[in-house]
């Protein structure tokens, strides 16, 4: 009971605070799918050690962590930090669904990779001193030979049953716009 009652006043000031101008964020549908019970299709693991200015060693991937200037740190070129990895995380993944979704859907997706384009950006929002902290994404989807009506109608599924949607569901601010290529 403390868990849940300590989870859902982390998300209350969120959702208090949040700004009229928000609205257009989108709350992805109801999940169908228990993640405690459901079968494994795949693990992913990382070890990281020195917080954000440390280091990163998974399997396919070995990166060094920066504080960004932003946040009072030095920004180092050539390291990251945990929200530009969220943001490419996010952003493939949901490009992934896109194109699962649009071939259940009859919609044939550009073959060339630089014809389907996700940018997105992650933000860190709140209250450093106060630790009270969240995450606001925006995604502008680009995809090059398809309608824009067409493409709304595959990003609208897209959200359904891309798991970060679905991680992120009730707890980060997120904007999905489609853009001309």
Same mark, same amino acid.
């Given at each position: 009971?403390?868990?849940l009652t300590s989870l859902y006043r982390c998300q209350q000031p969120l959702r208090r605070i949040t700004s009229r101008r928000l609205t257009n964020f989108y709350v992805p549908t109801a999940? $169908?799918?228990?993640?405690e019970t459901a079968p494994l299709l795949y693990s992913a693991h990382a070890k990281v050690v020195g917080a954000r =200015? /440390?280091?990163?060693?998974?399997?396919?991937?070995?990166?060094?962590?920066?504080?960004? =200037?932003? !946040? /009072?740190?030095?920004?180092?070129?050539?390291?990251?930090n945990p929200e530009e990895l969220f943001a490419?995380? $996010?952003?493939?993944c949901f490009q992934s669904?896109?194109?699962?979704c649009a071939a259940k859907m009859g919609i044939t997706m550009p073959?060339? =990779?630089?014809h389907s384009v996700i940018d997105t950006t992650v933000e860190l929002v709140g209250d450093m001193k /106060? !630790?009270?902290?969240?995450l606001r994404v925006h995604m502008k989807v680009q995809v090059k030979g398809l309608e824009k009506t067409e493409l709304e =109608?595959?990003?609208e599924e897209a959200k359904k049953v891309c798991p970060y949607s679905r991680a992120t569901n009730g707890n980060v601010a997120t904007r999905v716009e489609v853009v001309s290529f």
């Open positions: 009971m403390t868990s999940r $169908y799918i228990n993640t =200015k /440390g280091h990163v060693e998974a399997e396919n991937l070995v990166v060094d962590l920066t504080m960004s =200037k932003a !946040l /009072g740190g030095p920004g180092d070129k050539g390291k990251t490419a995380g $996010y952003g493939a669904a896109m194109n699962a073959t060339e =990779k630089e /106060g !630790l009270d902290m969240g =109608k595959v990003v």
